[in-house]
């Protein structure tokens, strides 16, 4: 990539906005300017984009192609300026011209092609693979709209759509000449020649255009720029004549209108499954068309292609490559099944049993009928090569089709070489309990890769101040191996290092305050505890269990006004799936606990709620540096990792957490002493189920705080709630708490109580909050895709082509 000084990037800036819309840096509005260096950056790395391109030809080595029906990269500008070496250059050189980049960045809209964790670990690898000079892929969906905006609305979240693409987007390529056709519906009959050989002949359906529009996925200083290719719909010319009607014309381009706002479970949509194939189709189709390209055999496919299949959505990828090797390339099955299984892996994200995809027969024969006939075909061979193997029940538990549904996990698992979990909890949770009957089957197959975050946006671009405090502390290698991270470990007792964070912490701490003040109207003390729960409203997550210790501290004010806790402002970021009602329920009731709160002067300020707006990778980057605690309070065994609980921990905050996820790993990298731990474990969750002694209703009776606490959903303490906070009671005490909320409060609040004594000694604070992020290093998602590169992709980097 070519480096600039300051002088020729102003240069360069001004001409290049004269060229676009001729005009005077003076004249031009914060869009323009966007514009204007948004295209001076793409036609900077587009050489590097191309040379990357020829190189991973040249070198004929394996590549990886990482499917995921999300990507969530957020925005781009400034994480493509530090990858490209230029942001400091270019903050400067704007300055000169009288322009704050950070206006620029605003004006560029959020890319939230992805609900939540799933999505923004996806975009974390892109980061990651690019940045490690891997060669690998992304293939998803560029949906029309992306993750809707939350608003509230009398305390009420209400969705709006995400119109992202209005003003265009800089980074993407439309790549017409890579454009394939995908078929969709009608019949398939098959034919048999002499030899045997079965041809398929479609009858019906309709034949789509997939359009792909790649994005440059810019390596940290290395000047490798991968892609991520993301799959239009468009109605194909030769059959124009064929899509006359609204209806039909509004068929087609729903395929890639809007992204499934739902992150557990979407029941059975057709939209949903035609999605999938359309995806899945165009990527695996445009694999293989370049990987003939290549001129190698057929055979020797595994040897350059691996494709990861990122949670079950992409599952199809297993069937439709076999349809290709089969249907297209004359390959036998026998082949065809041995290659398939060494290109594909798997990951899991869940073991939440709603969230297992499963999809009934009619449905995926009327959207992909060629697709299901080979599935059958896979699931008849699977039993028959397991018969007198295995037991008759292990068999039916593990086929992938059972009561008329086609199990895609089950797909994923059987025509993969590696299925792997997202923490060593969840992994060992996969092996033992959720996915045992596969373990027995292919135990080698099972392995753990713990998530990672893309540590570049997290610190260097989201957190500039605590980044000074590190370089001048602890010099810059950090910010190229994170694991350097523990050189700070020296200064924990260096009063002038630990007030320094303390000071950058600060500074963080008031930009958010602002933030919030001017989109809450709430005033909040910078010096008080920031208690930070970011992350997508689920029961299992509990956001319900913070509110009811919330309501616990109000109480207990209003009874003592002088209670000696440390003030705190509890600050809560999630979206709801716009169907799950118990979740919006949860808004409310937060969004009117805090209107109380907020307004009761009673209290002297010690407590302040507030339930941000449209939580997004933006918003984010606002409040994770400024964090002080971070709630990672599931249910145990309930998340599969978390990746928030990396992000805070690595900003200094300190992390309450129950032991589930990746908290065991966090526990395990800072030690007991700097985190919180409280609640049931993953072993007594299971026992409550085996055991079926779990009675919330008794805890009630018994307990007078959770009492005091639980009423006041019910009378009338809270304002407005009358429905939501009869649900949520009714949750608890009448359909038994299924995510023991009651069972762990008292744990919670110790833990809470032990929390607000460390804060008051603010040097015990400070250190604790220094070996959170020296010990962060480890989550770096850098880390994470060098083993998948390994242990699952068996790729290698390719090595950088020179500077020009
Ligand atoms: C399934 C069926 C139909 C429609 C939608 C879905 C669907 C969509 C999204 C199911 C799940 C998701 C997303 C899941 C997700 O984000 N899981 C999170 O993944 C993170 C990355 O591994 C983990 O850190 C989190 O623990 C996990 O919850």
């Known amino acids: 990539m070519k480096k600039m000084n300051k002088k020729e990037f102003k240069q360069c800036f001004s001409r290049r906005l004269a060229e676009k819309f001729a005009m005077e840096v003076s004249d031009a509005s914060p869009s323009e300017l966007y514009q204007t260096l948004g295209s001076l950056m793409t036609s900077a790395y587009s050489q590097d984009w191309r040379q990357t391109w020829q190189d991973y030809r040249d070198a004929e080595q394996k590549q990886s192609y990482y499917f995921s029906i999300e990507f969530l990269p957020g925005k781009m500008l400034k994480s493509n300026l530090l990858n490209m070496g230029w942001l400091e250059t270019v903050e400067a050189g704007l300055l000169e011209l009288g322009i704050q980049l950070d206006d620029l960045a605003e004006i560029e809209p959020d890319m939230a092609l992805g609900n939540g964790g799933l999505g923004r670990l996806a975009s974390c690898f892109m980061d990651s693979i690019a940045s490690t000079g891997l060669p690998g892929n992304g293939n998803g969906i560029r949906y029309e709209y992306g993750l809707f905006k939350q608003r509230f609305v009398d305390n009420y979240q209400v969705e709006?759509?995400?119109?992202?693409?209005?003003?265009?987007?800089?980074?993407?390529?439309?790549?017409?000449?890579?454009?394939?056709?995908?078929?969709?519906?009608?019949?398939?009959?098959?034919?048999?020649?002499?030899?045997?050989?079965?041809?398929?002949?479609?009858?019906?359906?309709?034949?789509?255009?997939?359009?792909?529009?790649?994005?440059?996925?810019?390596?940290?200083?290395?000047?490798?720029?991968?892609?991520?290719?993301?799959?239009?719909?468009?109605?194909?010319?030769?059959?124009?004549?064929?899509?006359?009607?609204?209806?039909?014309?509004?068929?087609?381009?729903?395929?890639?209108?809007?992204?499934?706002?739902?992150?557990?479970?979407?029941?059975?949509?057709?939209?949903?499954?035609?999605?999938?194939?359309?995806?899945?189709?165009?990527?695996?189709?445009?694999?293989?068309?370049?990987?003939?390209?290549?001129?190698?055999?057929?055979?020797?496919?595994?040897?350059?292609?691996?494709?990861?299949?990122?949670?079950?959505?992409?599952?199809?990828?297993?069937?439709?490559?076999?349809?290709?090797?089969?249907?297209?390339?004359?390959?036998?099955?026998?082949?065809?099944?041995?290659?398939?299984?060494?290109?594909?892996?798997?990951?899991?994200?869940?073991?939440?049993?709603?969230?297992?995809?499963?999809?009934?027969?009619?449905?995926?024969?009327?959207?992909?009928?060629?697709?299901?006939?080979?599935?059958?075909?896979?699931?008849?061979?699977?039993?028959?090569?397991?018969?007198?193997?295995?037991?008759?029940?292990?068999?039916?538990?593990?086929?992938?089709?059972?009561?008329?549904?086609?199990?895609?996990?089950?797909?994923?698992?059987?025509?993969?070489?590696?299925?792997?979990?997202?923490?060593?909890?969840?992994?060992?949770?996969?092996?033992?309990?959720?996915?045992?009957?596969?373990?027995?089957?292919?135990?080698?197959?099972?392995?753990?890769?713990?998530?990672?975050?893309?540590?570049?946006?997290?610190?260097?671009?989201?957190?500039?101040?605590?980044?000074?405090?590190?370089?001048?502390?602890?010099?810059?290698?950090?910010?190229?191996?994170?694991?350097?991270?523990?050189?700070?470990?020296?200064?924990?007792?260096?009063?002038?290092?630990?007030?320094?964070?303390?000071?950058?912490?600060?500074?963080?701490?008031?930009?958010?305050?602002?933030?919030?003040?001017?989109?809450c109207g709430v005033e909040v003390n910078p010096h008080a505890i920031f208690d930070v729960q970011i992350k997508r409203l689920h029961a299992y997550k509990r956001q319900l269990l913070n509110l009811l210790h919330i309501i616990k501290l109000y109480l207990e004010l209003k009874e003592n006004p002088d209670l000696p806790i440390e003030p705190r402002v509890f600050i809560f970021g999630a979206k709801a799936a716009p169907s799950y009602h118990y979740a919006k329920s949860i808004i409310k009731v937060i969004n009117e606990t805090a209107s109380l709160i907020n307004n009761d002067d009673s209290i002297h300020n010690k407590l302040k709620i507030v339930f941000l707006e449209n939580y997004n990778v933006s918003l984010a980057e606002r409040i994770i540096p400024a964090a002080d605690v971070s709630e990672q309070i599931s249910l145990a065994s309930k998340e599969a990792s978390g990746t928030s609980n990396m992000k805070l921990m690595l900003n200094g905050a300190v992390t309450i957490a129950t032991l589930d996820g990746a908290n065991v790993e966090i526990r395990d990298a800072v030690g007991d002493d700097n985190i919180a731990i409280f609640g049931l474990t993953e072993e007594e969750v299971y026992q409550y189920y085996e055991n079926k002694t779990y009675h919330a209703a008794a805890i009630y009776e018994q307990d007078n705080v959770v009492r005091r606490v639980i009423d006041t959903l019910i009378d009338g303490t809270i304002p407005n709630i009358h429905s939501e906070g009869q649900e949520i009671f009714d949750s608890l005490i009448k359909y038994n708490d299924e995510y023991f909320v009651l069972r762990d409060f008292e744990a919670y609040c110790i833990a809470q109580m032990s929390i607000d004594k460390a804060y008051k000694y603010q040097r015990r604070w400070l250190q604790i909050s220094l070996r959170n992020i020296a010990n962060a290093g480890r989550f770096s998602s850098d880390h994470t895709v060098q083993r998948y590169a390994e242990d699952i992709w068996q790729i290698e980097p390719v090595f950088a082509h020179k500077d020009d």
């Open 160 to 519: 709006l759509p995400d119109e992202w693409l209005q003003k265009g987007n800089l980074w993407e390529v439309r790549k017409e000449s890579k454009a394939v056709n995908v078929r969709l519906g009608g019949n398939v009959y098959l034919s048999s020649d002499e030899m045997g050989n079965l041809t398929p002949h479609y009858q019906d359906g309709m034949v789509v255009r997939a359009v792909p529009y790649d994005t440059g996925m810019v390596g940290y200083q290395n000047n490798i720029v991968n892609t991520m290719r993301l799959w239009s719909v468009e109605i194909p010319a030769e059959e124009e004549g064929n899509y006359r009607s609204v209806e039909a014309r509004r068929t087609v381009e729903d395929l890639t209108s809007v992204l499934y706002p739902d992150d557990s479970n979407e029941a059975g949509r057709r939209l949903r499954l035609s999605q999938e194939y359309f995806f899945v189709s165009a990527g695996v189709q445009s694999i293989l068309r370049y990987y003939k390209e290549l001129k190698q055999p057929i055979d020797k496919i595994s040897q350059y292609v691996a494709i990861h299949i990122n949670d079950t959505h992409p599952a199809m990828c297993v069937a439709e490559f076999m349809r290709l090797l089969i249907d297209e390339e004359n390959v036998s099955w026998e082949r065809a099944w041995n290659l398939t299984q060494k290109v594909m892996s798997y990951t899991n994200h869940t073991i939440m049993a709603e969230a297992l995809e499963k999809w009934s027969i009619p449905m995926m024969k009327s959207v992909c009928p060629r697709i299901y006939q080979i599935i059958e075909e896979i699931d008849r061979r699977f039993v028959a090569e397991m018969t007198g193997v295995q037991s008759f029940d292990l068999i039916q538990r593990t086929r992938i089709i059972q009561n008329d549904q086609v199990h895609m996990a089950h797909l994923a698992i059987i025509g993969s070489h590696s299925t792997n979990g997202v923490a060593k909890l969840h992994s060992d949770l996969l092996k033992s309990v959720v996915l045992h009957d596969f373990y027995e089957l292919y135990p080698a197959r099972f392995n753990n890769k713990t998530n990672g975050i893309a540590m570049r946006r997290w610190t260097q671009l989201a957190n500039p101040s605590m980044s000074k405090v590190l370089d001048e502390t602890i010099g810059k290698t950090w910010r190229k191996t994170p694991g350097d991270l523990r050189l700070l470990l020296n200064y924990e007792n260096d009063d002038q290092v630990l007030n320094n964070l303390a000071a950058a912490k600060l500074t963080n701490k008031k930009r958010l305050a602002a933030y919030i003040q001017e989109n």
